[in-house]
């Protein structure tokens, strides 16, 4: 058999440098007089818009280089990039108009601009009214070119989508979703579909929960210990995350224009630095102290290798709060309640709010959201229905079945009672891999499916869907685009561990995109 020759493959491989590389060719193509034109994107699936594209930005100069947005750095949901890094560039620089191609270390073109200083930086017609780019970045880049002393072109052609070829072509969704998908399209636009997030820059808000310092301990399995049944681990290295309500509250502001945060601190110890750095900066936190109590630690020992978590360590005090911190409380939810249009809760049931609390909560706040989480510290004890009239409730299907008291019944059955019961007009029920419902008495049922690409750890997702639920709801979304807005940030939560990153406003805006084109 004669071998098939990979002379263009090869080709395109030698026009694929490195950052500095490039840049130490482009600064000797400068002195020597030519132009350099320099495109950049994801270029996940490269088709007939991306070649015109490149022949029109390529008219504009002597030299064209592409840069190619990193796999970690694509933001059009946890099931993107289709194809990795290394292909996208290969397949870019295989085109006879590009004569270099590098893989980006930045999630824009800005660091690219500045470090490789183009006579024109070329975008799609797309990309032409700054004011449809809800990220920014366009404007960012513009500015980024002139500070260099080049210009900003836009390439007029035939334009196409990755991702709506993609998603019709080589979706990675199963085939149910893919169908989700169109008929949403065709009841809600993207523009209606985003214009909660932003409308919630307005919105004032306020979080009101437990402060939980979530710590993994990586650990490399030994084996078994010689004289007893008991796995024996190597300990290898700890990380910690803001989580409860702390997490609930980076979540909340990457949208919100102002946060406010009424939580709880012990002080043996407080953790109280390691709180006040992970917060963002427009979140502004209001600890109250519980005095020989520590800040509650949730340690978990994971297996490296798999990322499993053997064993989960509580340092807590969840005992009812002391009468003076009660007080303490009550004053500052007085103070604060009347000031934020949405109240957010994140009930974990670790003895910060009690009963009086929660109806206080209930009858003061202006519109209201809550999630009164089950977990290994209450189970069974712990209930949503004691914040009664909330505009939205948030549940896991584990929790509304025992607030219903039934294991197996139909959800469509339980859910209306509950609402009823409670006196909740709107209710949404999470289901992990199989989305979530969600119910309202103006609009009845409506189910969305889950979006997530790959679950690297679920700690932290329910948050994460709190959060955007609360601020969609808030912002008078109807209730399907409240679910699937929902659902894509739970889908970013899990792609990564713990909390280890809040969710990013331009990230989520790009991935409802992507899903909807």
């Known amino acids: 058999m004669v071998p098939i020759p990979e002379l263009k493959a090869s080709r395109a491989r030698r026009k694929v440098l490195s950052l500095e590389e490039l840049a130490a060719r482009l600064a000797k193509a400068r002195a020597e007089g030519r132009r350099v034109v320099l495109c950049h994107g994801v270029f996940d699936l490269l088709h007939i818009g991306h070649i015109r594209h490149f022949e029109a930005a390529r008219r504009h100069g002597d030299l064209l280089v592409a840069t190619v947005t990193p796999d970690r750095h694509v933001n059009k949901g946890p099931h993107r990039p289709a194809f990795p890094e290394a292909l996208r560039a290969e397949a870019v620089a295989a085109l006879d108009a590009v004569d270099y191609a590098a893989v980006s270390r930045w999630p824009t073109a800005v660091e690219p601009i500045r470090l490789l200083k183009p006579g024109v930086y070329a975008k799609g017609a797309d990309y032409r009214r700054a004011g449809d780019d809800a990220t920014g970045g366009i404007r960012r880049e513009a500015a980024a070119v002139r500070a260099v002393g080049g210009r900003l072109v836009f390439t007029d052609d035939l334009a196409f989508s990755s991702s709506h070829l993609l998603n019709r072509r080589l979706s990675s969704f199963p085939a149910e979703v893919d169908a989700y998908l169109e008929g949403y399209r065709r009841r809600h636009s993207l523009a209606e579909t985003l214009r909660p997030l932003e409308a919630a820059k307005g919105l004032k808000v306020l979080v009101v929960g437990e402060a939980i310092v979530d710590e993994y301990v990586y650990c490399d399995a030994i084996g078994k210990s010689s004289k007893e ?86 340092e807590i005090n969840d005992a009812l709060m002391e009468a003076p911190r009660r007080r303490a409380l009550r004053a500052a ?3 604060e309640l009347g000031r934020h249009d949405l109240v957010i809760v994140a009930d974990y049931g670790h003895g910060m709010l009690d009963e009086d609390a929660a109806a206080f909560i209930a009858r003061k706040a202006r519109r209201l959201a809550v999630n009164a989480q089950s977990n ?18 948030c549940l896991t299907e584990a929790e509304m079945r025992m607030e219903s008291r039934d294991r197996r019944g139909d959800l469509r059955r339980l859910v209306p009672l509950f609402s ?39 700690v932290g997702a ?41 969710l990013d406003h331009a990230a989520l805006l790009k991935h409802v995109e992507s899903l909807l084109k």
């Open 229 to 314: 049944p008991t796995l024996v681990v190597r300990r290898e290295g700890e990380e910690r995350f803001a989580g409860g309500a702390l997490a609930v509250a980076n979540h909340a502001a990457a949208f919100a224009g102002r946060v406010t945060l009424l939580t709880l601190l012990g002080d043996s110890p407080s953790h109280e630095a390691f709180a006040r750095g992970k917060l963002r900066p427009n979140v502004r936190p209001r600890f109250l102290r519980r005095p020989g109590s520590p800040t509650i630690v949730k340690r978990r020992f994971v297996e490296r290798y798999h990322f499993t978590k053997l064993l989960e360590v509580y």
């Open 333 to 335: 939810l007085e103070r």
């Open 376 to 393: 290994a510290g209450n189970l069974g004890y712990h209930a949503v229905d004691r914040y009664p009239r909330a505009d939205l409730a």
């Open 420 to 458: 009823r019961r409670a006196n909740f007009p709107r209710v949404i029920v999470t289901r992990g891999s199989n989305g979530c419902l969600a119910w309202s008495r103006g609009e009845g049922f409506r189910e969305v499916p889950a979006f997530a690409g790959r679950v690297r750890d679920r």
């Open 462 to 502: 329910g948050d994460a869907f709190l959060s955007v639920a609360a601020l969609c709801d808030a912002a008078g979304a109807p209730l399907e685009v409240t679910g699937l807005v929902g659902n894509a940030a739970g889908a970013q939560a899990v792609a990564v561990v713990g909390n280890r990153e809040p």
